[in-house]
T-cell receptor
Framework: GQSLEQPSEVTAVEGAIVQINCTYQ??????LSWYQQHDGGAPTFLSYNALDGLEETGRFSSFLSRSDSYGYLLLQELQMKDSASYFC??????????FGTGTQLKVEL | DAGVTQSPTHLIKTRGQQVTLRCSPK?????VSWYQQALGQGPQFIFQ???????QRGNFPDRFSGHQFPNYSSELNVNALLLGDSALYLC???????????FGPGTRLLVL
């Protein structure tokens, strides 16, 4: 099976930088994605790492290290609207998504 | 361009009843996947439909079944509802089974 672990909660100040870590166990996967979900809303795709290294999309960056079974999402210039849950997600065969436990990010003034 | 839509938005059922949830994929998308999200948890994969066939299935009992229509819309059926089936049911679509999935707003099911 597959499993992913994330911190349950992270708090940061508006304008700061925050990193959400993700460790996983799997026998095989195609890539690691990150999704954002506001309370009661739909998960929204943020980024995808198929290869090791850093991917940058605006204020968001995501990193993957297959040798360490580790990835992270980096959010810069935090805004209040970034307060949400963030999920790391393994993409398996047939594009089956396995979600992590989720990290609730609280952005404070 | 409409995104993924789901109906109904909320639903209340009692134990033992049956429920049907509906999903219309994003325009141009032909693949639909269903997920169950319990409160405080991440979404869990139920199954995926492509070309009107169930292509993959997660660890869910046969009480959970689905269908995909020629227009790519999909239904999720749950029989013999249990209290533990109370959750947010999410539908996601992609234009190919290998591409990025886009999620709908979900149907919140409460089983009493």
């Amino acid at each position: 099976g597959q499993s992913l672990e994330q911190p349950s909660e992270v708090t940061a100040v508006e304008g700061a930088i925050v990193q959400i870590n993700c460790t996983y166990q799997t026998s095989g996967f195609y890539g690691l994605s990150w999704y954002q979900q506001h309370d009661g809303g739909a998960p929204t795709f943020l980024s995808y790492n198929a290869l090791d290294g850093l991917e940058e999309t605006g204020r968001f960056s995501s990193f993957l290290s297959r040798s360490d079974s580790y990835g992270y999402l980096l959010l810069q210039e935090l805004q209040m609207k970034d307060s949400a849950s963030y999920f790391c997600v393994l993409t398996g065969g047939g594009n089956k998504l396995t979600f992590g436990t989720g990290t609730q990010l609280k952005v404070e003034l | 361009d409409a995104g993924v839509t789901q109906s109904p938005t909320h639903l209340i059922k009692t134990r033992g009843q049956q429920v049907t949830l509906r999903c219309s994929p994003k325009s141009g998308h032909d693949t639909v996947s269903w997920y169950q999200q319990a409160l405080g948890q991440g979404p869990q994969f139920i199954f995926q439909y492509y070309e009107e066939e169930e292509r993959q299935r997660g660890n869910f009992p046969d009480r959970f079944s689905g269908h995909q229509f020629p227009n790519y819309s999909s239904e999720l059926n749950v029989n013999a509802l249990l209290l533990g089936d109370s959750a947010l049911y999410l539908c996601a679509s992609s234009f190919d089974p290998q591409e990025t999935q886009y999620f709908g707003p979900g149907t919140r099911l409460l089983v009493l």
